[in-house]
């Protein structure tokens, strides 16, 4: 099972790429558990609320507030 992070600003995108993980799932076989953001502050408090971490992170480049570069280099930071 792979915990997977989605974040995107735009809800049909974070939409779109969970449906698109749903179906390979079912042709892989691979269960994965999917948590959806829509900023990258958002998942930057989950990170600091939580310690159980994703396997994979969805991020997107352009966004209001943090970008996703900005929000990887933070949760980098925050867990190695």
Known sequence: MYRVAICDDEEKHREFVKSILITLSI????????????????????YERHETPFHILILDIEMNGMNGIQIARTIRGLNN
């Not at 042709?27 to 408090?45: A, C, D, R, Y």
């Open 27 to 46: 042709k892989t076989n691979i269960e994965f558990v999917i948590e959806l953001f829509g900023s990258g502050e958002q998942l930057v408090s989950y």
